[in-house]
């Protein structure tokens, strides 16, 4: 009995271990090369979340990286083959402009996967995946914050190229504003850089004479430029993508930092990261590729940024976080189309407090 017993340990001991040869994964990579859009990883938009992403990843999981920051459009398939031919493993391209590059790349250099950062993707390599965020969701979130603030019921939105991540953000927020008040004034000014701080304070001054009291730029570095001008002024501004209090405007250091509001935030660096991790791991169902891996209230991969030295009373806040937990849950709809950021056809609802 106790010969058999041990025999019968020895064979689970074997079966154990043959399925956990056949569960691990080897690693799919071993460095990473990120390629900007025009602007660089320090220039508190989207290319340094994306580098803030990669370069944790490649902390942590040992990987080799770089990265090649773009000075014109024209640089962008001849900057992603700079890294194919220096073999990075994996190769992240930052922004929805890059996309055509980066398909092309992808289909062209199966043995490299591909992390295309705003960028969407119906039909793709399995080797390729686009990061994708729910921008309208942050958007109303920005969107239900300005129309709470807002005294003169004037609120406004510089924007960059609109392209569908930037239509989502300018959609989302005017109906976060509708959901708050079905009355409000929304302006919105697309310019078609998103590196133009100077274009973004000119709109931005131009929307403040018009009577907005609000003001929320989504557009790279002519967005910044846009809340600046707006906070400088002395009018409640709101920033994107990351907390700009800590890049716009220093850790609150920078002038008019306590007019900055909040961010409509989207956790760039978080997708990034995720998805060399996924690759890390040998997990090809987790990295998604053939598609796209979307971050959204529900995941936690869109929010909104804390005041800091703002003067947002507390039940400003709560109304915020009551949004916020609707759009995760989902009772709360921001009634615009998660892919193209067009409306959609539907009705939105006021809060109680902007009804009674």
Known sequence: MVRKTFLLIAIISVLVGAVSLVSAQEPLIESVC???????????????????????????????????????????APNIQRCIDSEYGAIITVGFLLQDATLAAAEANPDVYFIGVD?????????????????????????????QMSESGVIAGVYGIPVPAVVKFQNGYEQGAKYINPDIDARSVFIQSFTDPA??????????????????????????????????DEVYAIGVD????????????????????????????????LSIEALVEGDMEAFGGGGNRV?????????????????????VTATME???????????????????????????????????
């Open 34 to 76: 990120l390629v900007t859009d025009v602007g660089k990883v320090n220039d508190g938009t989207f290319n340094q979340f994306a580098f803030e992403g990669m370069d944790a990843a490649a902390s942590d999981f040992d990987l080799e990286s770089t990265y090649i920051e773009t000075t014109a459009p024209t640089d962008y």
């Open 119 to 147: 960028q969407g993707y119906e039909m793709a390599p399995e080797n390729l995946v686009g990061v994708q965020f729910r921008e309208d969701q942050s958007g109303f979130l920005a969107g239900a914050l300005a129309a």
């Open 199 to 232: 274009q973004g304070a000119e709109a931005a001054e131009q929307l403040i004479a018009e009577g907005a009291d609000v003001i929320f730029g989504a557009g790279g570095q002519t967005g910044s430029g846009a809340i600046q001008r707006a906070a400088t």
């Open 242 to 273: 990351q907390d700009e209090y800590f890049s716009t405007f220093g850790g609150g250091e920078s002038p008019g930092a306590e007019y900055l509001i909040s961010s409509a935030m989207k956790r760039v660096d978080q997708g990034v990261y």
């Open 295 to 315: 971050l959204s209230a529900e995941n936690d991969g869109v929010t909104f940024a804390p005041a800091h030295d703002s003067d947002v009373p507390e039940e």
């Open 322 to 356: 009551e949004i916020l937990a609707g759009l995760k849950d989902g009772t709360i709809e921001t009634g615009v189309d998660p892919v193209t950021g067009e409306l959609l056809d539907m009705e939105m609802m006021p809060t109680e407090e902007a009804s009674g």
